[in-house]
């Protein structure tokens, strides 16, 4: 994504976007990490703090806006609504706030739970 100032052009990487996604993503309450469909198995699986990114799709608008979306695996027994709200806000929140690019929305994918 390219930002435009008054001093210069800005060049953001989607894998800048990703890695704040989702470490904000994974700091919320009752999110165990982030997720991805393995493509030989079909099984979803948690992803280690360095390939989180995986979990992540960015998408560029042409009004200088993204839309996120997330794939997450959750604790058991916490209420799926408010993590989910608590997601969305946090990550809408830290993006914009880090980077200065507007998110327009922020999809919230529960792939998997984890018990115990």
Known sequence: MKLQTEKGEIRISSDVFSNITGAAATNCYGV??????STTDGLVHLLR????AKGVKVRYHD???V???LHIIVDNGVNLAAV???IMSEVKYVVSR????????????IDSMVIG
Do not use: L, Q
Request: without cysteine.
């Open 32 to 37: 165990k990490g982030m997720a991805v469909r």
């Open 98 to 109: 880090t980077t200065g690019v507007e998110v327009r929305n922020v999809d919230v994918y």
């Open 63 to 65: 009004d200088s806006t």
């Open 67 to 69: 839309s996120i979306e």
């Open 49 to 52: 703090r360095e390939s989180m």
């Open 84 to 86: 989910s709200r608590s």
